[in-house]
Each structure stands twice: as structure tokens, then as C-alpha cells.
């Protein structure tokens, strides 16, 4: 059975830091393009980034870009998002996602999220 | 950016009554488009992907067509279940993109 445990969210001032993780079982993990989807509260969902298996390439929202760093340790099953200069409207559920086929990104197993709260 | 664009917002109908909901891209994604389903409180839940092949476990009621800029999820007979905010998403082109997303309420 898949399963897909995030942990690190938490409350965190303006211009503070956070690092999320993602504990993966069940399946090949270093086989898969993995990715973090957010929601904020009340809102839709919006993909936030994705790393391909080997870990050499990344993508980015653009919101995120340069201040977010998605990777793995495919030794370990585990993945991660470093997000630095948190702003209010990264207040959202972070959720590890895993796709259905290794490289074809439509998430078919998801984690039960990590909220991460941006406030003063 | 490829945008999605679902309508309608919001779709009223009762049990046993079949749904359309609509899905349309700014630029073709070709087929490269899924359906989700959320309830409140829960992870989203594939439903479709590759405009019209059903994940695994999804019934039969479920139903995904279109390709190029226009698709629709259909549910043929609407189950107590199935009322819940429904997203496309496509992976043509990064960035990944979802719709804004439309919910299904019980008239």
C-alpha cells in the first residue's frame, strides 16, 4: 500500500523559514517524479513543485521560484521542500503527491497533508 | 502558463440526475488532462487522467472526454457520494496547472 506521510509544517513569522518532508512507502519512490501541491484555506489547488526521479531536474510554481527548493533522498524515500521567505499567501496545506505512471504527472496518491501557517 | 478554466462555479442537482462539468485550456493541452474529486477535509482523489481513462477503482459512472482545448467530466447518475468540488489539472506543459475548480451540491 502506497503511503505518503508529510511532517514539518508549523506556524512561522514573515521571512521565516520552514522545511517539509515527505516519508514515502510502498512503492519504487526512485522510480517516480514526485511533487508538492498546496491549498490554501477555502482555495483550489495549485501545484507548487515537482522533481524528476534521479533528482537532476526540478520545476517550479512561479510564485515559489527562488525562494522554494524541492528534493529528494531516494536513499532514504524521502522528499522534501525548503521554503524560505514565507509570505502570508504560502499559508496553505502542503501535500506530497505521487503520480500514477513514474513520469506522468497526474497524482494518484496523496499524503494527508502539512499545514504551514505564515503569520505574525 | 496554460490557464484552466472550469465551469459552471457551481452545479445544483439531485441524486440520480447526470452531471457535465467543463474543463477548457487556454492553449491545447492535447489529452494530457486529469479529473479530480475533494471532499471537505480530504486529499483530492484522481479520478481521470489522460482526458478519458479511469484510475484505478473509479466507477464506471465516471466518464472524461475532449482533447485539444475543450473537456467534460460527466457522472451519469449522480450518487450521494459524488457531491464534492471537482479539479482538472494538465500536465502538457510545466508549470503543472489546475482549474479553479467546480463544486457539486445537492439540489
Known amino acids: 500500500e502506497v503511503q505518503l506521510l508529510e511532517s514539518g509544517g508549523g506556524l512561522v513569522q514573515p521571512g521565516g523559514s520552514l522545511r517539509l518532508s515527505c516519508a514515502a512507502s510502498?512503492?519504487?519512490?526512485?522510480?517516480?517524479?514526485m511533487a508538492w501541491v498546496r491549498q490554501a484555506p477555502g482555495k483550489g489547488l495549485e501545484w507548487v513543485s515537482s522533481?524528476?526521479?534521479?533528482?537532476?531536474?526540478?520545476f517550479y510554481a512561479d510564485p515559489v521560484k527562488g525562494r522554494f527548493t524541492i528534493s529528494r533522498d531516494n536513499s532514504k524515500n524521502t522528499l522534501c521542500l525548503q521554503m524560505n521567505s514565507l509570505r502570508a499567501e504560502d499559508t496553505a496545506v502542503y501535500y506530497c503527491?505521487?503520480?500514477?505512471?513514474?513520469?506522468?504527472?497526474?497524482?494518484?496518491?496523496w499524503g494527508q497533508g502539512t499545514l504551514v501557517t505564515v503569520s505574525s | 502558463e496554460i490557464v484552466l478554466t472550469q465551469s459552471p462555479a457551481t452545479l445544483s442537482l439531485s441524486p440520480g440526475e447526470r452531471a457535465t462539468l467543463s474543463c477548457r485550456a487556454s492553449?491545447?493541452?492535447?489529452?494530457?488532462l486529469a479529473w479530480y474529486q475533494q471532499k471537505p477535509g480530504q486529499a483530492p482523489r484522481l479520478l481521470i487522467y489522460d482526458a478519458s481513462s479511469r484510475a484505478t477503482g473509479i466507477p464506471d459512472r465516471f466518464s472524461g472526454s475532449g482533447s485539444g482545448t475543450d473537456f467534460a467530466l460527466t457522472i451519469s447518475s449522480l450518487e450521494p457520494e459524488d457531491f464534492a468540488v471537482y479539479y482538472c489539472?494538465?500536465?502538457?506543459?510545466?508549470?503543472?496547472?489546475f482549474g479553479q475548480g467546480t463544486r457539486l451540491d445537492i439540489k
Open positions: 503527491a505521487k503520480p500514477t505512471m513514474p513520469t506522468k504527472s497526474y497524482f494518484d496518491s
Open positions: 522533481i524528476v526521479d534521479h533528482g537532476g531536474s526540478t
Open positions: 489539472q494538465q500536465r502538457y506543459n510545466w508549470p503543472l496547472t
Open positions: 492553449q491545447s493541452v492535447s489529452i494530457s
Open positions: 510502498g512503492f519504487m519512490f526512485s522510480s517516480y517524479t
